[in-house]
């Protein structure tokens, strides 16, 4: 070996250890431990922020979903439930992301009680593997435990650019993001009306003709969810499907007339799936009349406005969950009519 | 970038490519590459074959579908090439060149003309929908020249091998240098091509590192100012506007010469020496030389292949000028299927020929005046060059021109952009280049260090994988 490449490597090594060992002091994600020495600012950019809270935040109870479980309020959860939450959910969050969620929380809290998990059609109707990755590549190398991938979160641009904003949040007393509860929360805004839900509700969503296929969505569940059930015996689990407006089953049936049928049949079936689990609760909210058709409680067709987490809460900690096939055949039943008779006025 | 889409899915660029500045090609595919041509020393033949299928390889693994156009293409062109080696008669040439630019023409120019027809006309056309392969335009050029050098009796004795690895070979294949027989084949044969040069693999490393660097770090930090000046074009105030021209400028250049510095760096670890393409452009002090300095090889393909054929400056003056004009249009076709390319090449035909003419007249100008002036010409024309239609290029120069809206609130408002514009402007007027550097060798801790910086620097931003700009051409 030449002196010139012998001198370029030593010259690399170093130039690459510097590098990360300030990502691994400064730690801008959290991904190592929360910060103590600095004051934090998180980034709302989930899939890279939420897997060092998830590991270093204390908790007893994970809250795992979509978008429409992110205003699951921690502490109100806490008061109500008598638990220690994280709220984990991931915007647009696929059935293997949750599952990814999960099971790091799972190694990194032995003493993990319970999960709260959003059963979310959008989440189920893609192939078992999916991860959301149109936007930029998914960073597998945070979720895992593998040290030596670590590398690709040490040595990278992004921590360092999070660094960046972290000092000039603090030099210009910037104090938003820095408290982990309120990170992901977003408020009610203006709620829906009736001219809006019509306009809304012809606009083409991802749910095609391919889309929502019974199939593909039972076998994403019996990959990215049953497992973790019977794996962790001492969990318990409570499964909701979330109560969207009964205008976005509505539009859904407009663009693929099986959809119907197909949730129909995925509510029997999973659960028959869970049912041989005991620590396994399933909870169905899409019937609810009095949530499901008043525009006033939501922000667009599918997300509800903040109180509707609260009340969910109430309802999983209070109602007893789905007890027999016939009762969760009913309610998935109660919802096929709901919307074929839906009249928007 | 979208550069397809098949039925639902949409393939994007960053699933698609092997760039120079990508994980797998860094990390996966040059080193398996480099270490099977070391260990393939002795065995020139398996060596040759070897890079042949890599270079096919890294050119499928953008789009495989498209394979068979390039390989078409080389073997219809060897053919050609045999039958005018055995009788080099004109009318082949001709059909040769003809079937060459017809490929091209479909490929690259169908849907543009079709389009024009139907507007000119009113006729309502269906505009064909046709997928571009990748670097046709460059293998397209260069099989061309070796056709003409082989009518002109220039390229006996080159094997079958030889000629794929001078099409294909990977470091250039993609967007250049377009290189010539004269300077490659000879490179083929030499007994050194097979062995271990440490002094090719030190100067192949530094410059690659430094277009690694001017790529991911300054051409793609620049692309979010003109992203964003360009799609909001219609709502530039005058500081905006000159950002978004600036910034297009240097962009274009830091990433065209640094995906140029890399090539010359991939084709030095395989003793191959390229030429090179850029020598500081931006500080010509007037634009014929400008061209003598920006993307040199075509500018020399242009010149051998259409320009002396037209007649070259032999003709007379309005001749003169009449070839240089077709040579710059041809040249703004060339980089692509729009108006706003052909109006660029327009305005450099115009601005090289009103050159000639003040040079002939004898007139002088102050060096600062006729930098300054060659300078704003360039970054006007450029604009043109980046604009998606005519319309988006004028909101950006009348917005550049409005100095009326102009005030220190303004230029204090986007000091951070343009204090980092006026730096490079300074690097790109007074720093050494890329070539000069890696000819400059040596094994100083300090020169060590500062391509090391460079390097980390730059593999740190591979995560924002892009696409080059001239791979559009």
């Keep these: ?345 | 970038m979208i550069v397809g889409i098949c039925t639902n899915e949409v393939w994007t660029m960053r699933e698609l490519s092997m760039l120079f500045n990508s994980y797998v090609f860094l990390f996966q595919f040059l080193p398996i590459v480099f270490l099977l041509f070391r260990a393939l020393h002795r065995f020139r033949t398996a060596a040759f074959l070897m890079i042949i299928f890599a270079s096919l390889y890294f050119y499928a693994y953008w789009n495989s579908d498209l394979l068979y156009v390039i390989i078409s293409s080389i073997a219809l062109n060897y053919g050609l090439v045999k039958l005018l080696r055995a009788r080099p008669r004109k009318w082949l040439l001709v059909i040769g060149i003809a079937v060459n630019l017809g490929i091209l023409g479909y490929y690259k120019y169908a849907g543009f003309f079709v389009e024009t027809i139907s507007d000119l006309f009113g006729l309502g056309l269906n505009i064909p929908n046709i997928m571009l392969p990748l670097a046709i335009s460059f293998f397209t050029f260069q099989q061309v020249a070796y056709l003409v050098d082989t009518y002109r009796g220039e390229t006996e004795g080159h094997s079958f091998l030889e000629y794929v690895w001078f099409i294909v070979f990977f470091p250039q294949l993609i967007a250049g240098p377009i290189v010539r027989h004269q300077e490659m084949f000879h490179q083929f044969r030499d007994k050194a091509l097979l062995r271990l040069n440490m002094e090719n693999i030190e100067k192949g490393l530094t410059i690659f590192f430094i277009g690694l660097f001017k790529k991911t770090v300054i051409a793609d930090t620049l692309a979010h100012w003109v992203n964003d000046g360009f799609s909001q074009s219609a709502q530039l105030n005058v500081v905006d506007g000159w950002i978004t021209a600036l910034a297009y400028t240097f962009q274009l250049y830091f990433d065209f010469s640094g995906y140029c510095d890399m090539a010359i760096g991939l084709a030095l670890l395989f003793n191959i020496r390229l030429p090179i393409n850029f020598d500081s452009p931006y500080k010509a002090l007037n634009i014929q030389q400008f061209w003598q300095k920006w993307h040199m090889t075509l500018n020399r393909f242009l010149t051998h292949y259409v320009y002396i054929p037209l007649g070259g400056s032999r003709t007379g003056k309005k001749r003169t000028y009449l070839n240089i004009m077709i040579v710059f249009l041809i040249s703004g076709l060339w980089h692509g299927a729009g108006w706003t390319f052909i109006f660029w090449g327009f305005l450099h035909g115009a601005a090289s020929v009103i050159c000639r003419m003040w040079k002939q007249l004898g007139l002088k100008m102050p060096r600062a005046l006729a930098w300054g002036l060659t300078f704003l010409f360039v970054v006007c024309a450029w604009v043109f060059f980046r604009a998606g239609s005519m319309e988006e290029a004028w909101n950006v120069l009348s917005a550049m021109a409005r100095i009326d809206q102009l005030t220190f609130a303004l230029i204090w408002q986007n000091k951070y952009i343009l204090f980092g514009l006026f730096l490079l402007l300074l690097v790109v007027l007074f720093a050494r280049n890329s070539i000069a550097i890696m000819n400059d060798h040596h094994a100083g801790w300090r020169r060590t260090l500062f391509v090391a910086s460079l390097a980390a620097v730059a593999i740190l931003h591979l995560d924002q994988v892009s696409e080059f700009i001239y791979f559009n051409f």
């Design chain 1, 1 to 345: 070996m030449s002196i010139y490449i012998k001198r370029l490597s030593i010259s690399l090594i170093i130039v690459i250890a510097c590098i990360m060992t300030f990502n691994y002091i400064v730690d801008p994600l959290a991904f190592y431990r929360l910060p103590t020495w600095y004051k934090a600012q998180y980034t709302t950019n989930a899939r890279y922020q939420l897997p060092g809270l998830i590991r270093n935040v204390p908790y007893d109870t994970l809250i795992i979903g979509t978008s429409m479980s992110r205003n699951f309020v921690e502490s109100d959860m806490n008061a109500m439930w008598d638990v220690t939450s994280f709220n984990a959910s991931i915007p647009s969050g696929t059935a293997r992301e949750m599952k990814l969620a999960f099971e790091l929380g799972a190694r990194s809290h032995p003493e993990l009680k319970n999960v709260l998990w959003e059963l979310n059609f959008y989440s189920l109707a893609r192939p078992p593997e999916d991860v959301e990755d149109e936007q930029g590549e998914f960073p597998y190398y945070l979720w895992d435990d593998a040290l030596w991938n670590d590398v690709r979160y040490l040595f990278s641009l992004y921590p360092l650019k999070r660094a960046r904003e972290i000092f000039f949040a603090n030099i210009r007393h910037d104090h938003r993001f820095r408290d982990i509860e309120k990170l992901f929360k977003f408020p009610g805004s203006q709620p829906l009306t009736v001219d809006k839900v019509k306009e809304l509700i012809n606009i083409p969503s991802s749910v095609a003709k391919s889309d929502y296929q019974f199939e593909i969505m039972l076998r994403n569940f019996r990959t990215n969810v049953l497992p973790v059930v019977r794996e962790h015996p001492n969990v318990q689990f409570y499964f909701f499907y979330p109560p969207y407006g009964v205008f976005w089953h509505v539009r859904a049936h407009k663009q693929n007339p099986d959809y119907l049928e197909g949730i129909t049949l995925l509510k029997s079936a999973i659960f028959e799936e869970l049912a041989p689990y005991e620590n396994a609760h399933l909870y169905d909210l899409q019937d609810q009349v009095e949530i499901t058709h008043d525009i006033s409680k939501y922000i667009d067709v599918a997300h509800y406005v903040p109180a509707i987490n609260q009340w969910i809460l109430e309802y999983i900690h209070d109602e007893p969950p789905l007890s027999s096939l016939a009762e969760a055949a009913a309610k998935a039943q109660a919802l096929k009519e709901q919307v074929l008779t839906y009249r928007l006025d």
